[in-house]
């Protein structure tokens, strides 16, 4: 069974920056996509950025330029470096992982099939 574990959120400063992680267990063949998800109160779950098996990136709009997803493939870590934030970015951020290959137009959207159980980021004015 695939465990995903969050860390890193906090609470900073618009302008600032937070590193998150998420290390992962479990894993049968080192041969997945993840992605980062985020959702605050009241809203749907939004994804935010994700990786495919060889690398390739995917980002929301809404992040990029300022968010960077990346893995570390020897370690079974997940990473999202988060620089320049801003309020709106104040959620609950998870991982999510599933062993095969997601295409870029639908890896924001697709029903991962592991998830952590997030950690919190809180960004203030």
């Known amino acids: 069974e695939v465990q995903l574990v969050e860390s890193g959120g906090g609470s900073v400063q618009a302008g600032g920056s937070l590193k998150l992680s998420c290390v992962v267990s479990?894993?049968?063949?080192?041969?997945?996509?993840y992605a980062w998800f985020r959702q605050t109160p009241g809203k749907e779950r939004e994804g935010v950025a994700a990786?495919?098996?060889?690398?390739?990136?995917t980002y929301a709009e809404s992040v990029l330029g300022r968010f960077t997803i990346s893995k570390d493939n020897a370690a079974n870590i997940l990473y999202l470096q988060m620089d320049n934030l801003k309020p709106d970015d104040t959620a609950m951020y998870y991982c999510?992982?599933?062993?095969?290959?997601?295409?870029?137009?639908?890896?924001?959207?697709?029903?991962?099939?592991?998830w952590g159980r997030g950690t919190q980021v809180t960004v203030s004015s």
């Open positions: 999510a992982n599933v062993g095969k290959r997601i295409r870029s137009y639908e890896a924001l959207t697709f029903r991962y099939e592991a």
């Open positions: 479990g894993l049968r063949y080192n041969w997945a996509s």
């Open positions: 990786i495919d098996p060889e690398g390739a990136t």
